[in-house]
Protein backbone atom coordinates (compact mmCIF):
# COMPACT_ATOMS: atom_id res chain seq x y z
CA UNK A 1 0.00 0.00 0.00
CA UNK A 2 1.28 3.62 -1.17
CA UNK A 3 1.09 6.19 1.52
CA UNK A 4 -0.51 9.72 0.47
CA UNK A 5 3.03 11.13 0.91
CA UNK A 6 4.99 8.51 -1.35
CA UNK A 7 2.40 8.99 -3.64
CA UNK A 8 2.73 12.75 -4.25
CA UNK A 9 6.47 12.28 -4.43
CA UNK A 10 6.01 9.98 -7.54
CA UNK A 11 3.32 12.43 -9.05
CA UNK A 12 5.45 15.42 -8.79
CA UNK A 13 8.24 13.33 -9.99
CA UNK A 14 6.46 12.04 -13.08
CA UNK A 15 4.68 15.91 -13.47
CA UNK A 16 8.18 17.10 -13.68
CA UNK A 17 9.59 14.31 -16.28
CA UNK A 18 5.76 14.76 -17.92
CA UNK A 19 6.66 18.92 -18.55
CA UNK A 20 10.48 17.87 -19.48
CA UNK A 21 8.84 15.25 -22.18
CA UNK A 22 6.24 17.53 -23.56
CA UNK A 23 8.20 20.37 -24.23
CA UNK A 24 8.93 18.99 -27.51
CA UNK A 25 5.88 20.01 -29.91
CA UNK A 26 4.78 17.03 -31.81
CA UNK A 27 5.36 14.40 -28.73
CA UNK A 28 3.56 17.05 -26.53
CA UNK A 29 1.14 16.91 -28.54
CA UNK A 30 0.65 13.14 -27.86
CA UNK A 31 1.23 13.24 -24.28
CA UNK A 32 -1.03 16.04 -23.03
CA UNK A 33 -3.88 13.89 -24.97
CA UNK A 34 -2.63 10.92 -22.87
CA UNK A 35 -2.85 12.99 -19.64
CA UNK A 36 -6.19 14.03 -20.60
CA UNK A 37 -7.75 11.05 -21.60
CA UNK A 38 -6.08 9.47 -17.63
CA UNK A 39 -8.11 13.09 -16.05
CA UNK A 40 -11.43 11.73 -17.74
CA UNK A 41 -11.27 8.47 -16.63
CA UNK A 42 -10.03 9.60 -12.48
CA UNK A 43 -13.65 12.25 -12.85
CA UNK A 44 -15.45 8.78 -13.84
CA UNK A 45 -13.87 6.48 -11.33
CA UNK A 46 -12.88 8.81 -8.41
CA UNK A 47 -15.58 11.69 -8.58
CA UNK A 48 -14.98 14.89 -7.90
CA UNK A 49 -15.38 15.19 -4.25
CA UNK A 50 -12.61 13.12 -2.87
CA UNK A 51 -9.63 13.17 -0.39
CA UNK A 52 -5.80 12.04 -1.37
CA UNK A 53 -6.71 9.02 0.82
CA UNK A 54 -8.88 8.44 -1.88
CA UNK A 55 -7.03 9.14 -4.85
CA UNK A 56 -3.95 7.16 -3.71
CA UNK A 57 -6.50 3.95 -3.39
CA UNK A 58 -7.11 4.49 -7.03
CA UNK A 59 -3.86 4.82 -8.17
CA UNK A 60 -2.60 1.47 -6.06
CA UNK A 61 -5.19 -0.27 -8.73
CA UNK A 62 -4.70 2.03 -11.51
CA UNK A 63 -1.55 0.24 -13.38
CA UNK A 64 -3.73 -1.56 -15.61
CA UNK A 65 -6.96 0.97 -16.14
CA UNK A 66 -4.45 3.82 -16.94
CA UNK A 67 -2.88 1.09 -19.46
CA UNK A 68 -6.17 0.18 -20.66
CA UNK A 69 -7.93 3.69 -21.57
CA UNK A 70 -4.57 5.22 -23.00
CA UNK A 71 -4.61 2.08 -25.50
CA UNK A 72 -8.49 2.63 -26.37
CA UNK A 73 -8.55 6.39 -26.44
CA UNK A 74 -5.03 7.85 -27.20
CA UNK A 75 -3.01 4.92 -28.86
CA UNK A 76 0.20 6.82 -30.55
CA UNK A 77 3.88 5.03 -31.83
CA UNK A 78 5.11 4.29 -29.16
CA UNK A 79 2.36 4.84 -26.51
CA UNK A 80 3.05 2.04 -23.48
CA UNK A 81 6.55 3.81 -23.02
CA UNK A 82 4.19 6.86 -21.66
CA UNK A 83 1.32 4.96 -19.65
CA UNK A 84 3.36 5.99 -16.43
CA UNK A 85 4.60 8.96 -17.29
CA UNK A 86 0.96 10.85 -17.98
CA UNK A 87 -0.51 8.46 -15.72
CA UNK A 88 1.47 10.23 -12.89
CA UNK A 89 1.18 13.66 -14.49
CA UNK A 90 -2.65 13.14 -14.38
CA UNK A 91 -2.71 11.80 -10.82
CA UNK A 92 -0.77 15.07 -10.06
CA UNK A 93 -2.99 17.12 -11.49
CA UNK A 94 -6.04 15.57 -10.20
CA UNK A 95 -4.79 15.74 -6.60
CA UNK A 96 -4.95 19.58 -6.37
CA UNK A 97 -8.95 19.03 -6.43
CA UNK A 98 -8.62 16.61 -3.66
CA UNK A 99 -10.28 17.84 0.02
CA UNK A 100 -7.46 17.79 2.21
CA UNK A 101 -4.84 18.89 -0.37
CA UNK A 102 -2.54 21.63 0.64
CA UNK A 103 0.45 22.30 -1.43
Not at 64 to 84: F, L, N, Q, Y
Request: hydrophobic share 35%.
Amino acid sequence: MTTVSAARLEWRDGNRRFLREARDPERGDVLHRQREIVLDELRRRVGTTFTLDELVAAYAASEHWVREVIEERAPSKGWARTVSLSGDAAFHAYSTQAQDYEP
